[in-house]
């Protein structure tokens, strides 16, 4: 099973920089988008599929948050296609992330929501089923 235990970070000039369990460190707010020349590992990498799952959450958790409430929404079909989740396990993701969202987001604590949104993913068969075989 996957998840975090990454931990955010005061930068230099006072910017968050969040540093994943992978000692990767990228700075609070920072696009979505990596290229795949930043990292040196293939997209089936479970590590590699971490750090783009908790990049996205960092640069998009109030969005998540709130379509988590609304259990729809573009930002959570992306979270869904970062995990690898085909288009009916999105609805499932959809669907028990808005059942959830009081625990998943029961602190304003990014972190805290990650994990939760592991747990989530974790605890139901068809929704574990969309981490790639490693």
Known sequence: MY???G????????QKKYKNVFGITIEAGLSTTI???E???????????????????????PQIAEESAQGQGPHLEALA???GCNAQQTMLLEKAIQQNYHSVFAKE????????FYTVVNSDNQLAACWPKS
């Open 7 to 14: 931990h955010f970070t005061d930068g230099m000039r006072g």
């Open 3 to 5: 998840g975090n235990t």
């Open 35 to 37: 290229a795949p020349t």
């Open 109 to 116: 604590d990014i972190n805290h929501s990650i994990n939760e």
């Open 81 to 83: 296609a970062l995990v």
């Open 39 to 61: 990292m040196s590992a293939t997209s089936t990498d479970c590590r590699w599929m971490l750090a783009r799952i908790e990049q996205f959450f960092d640069a998009s958790y």
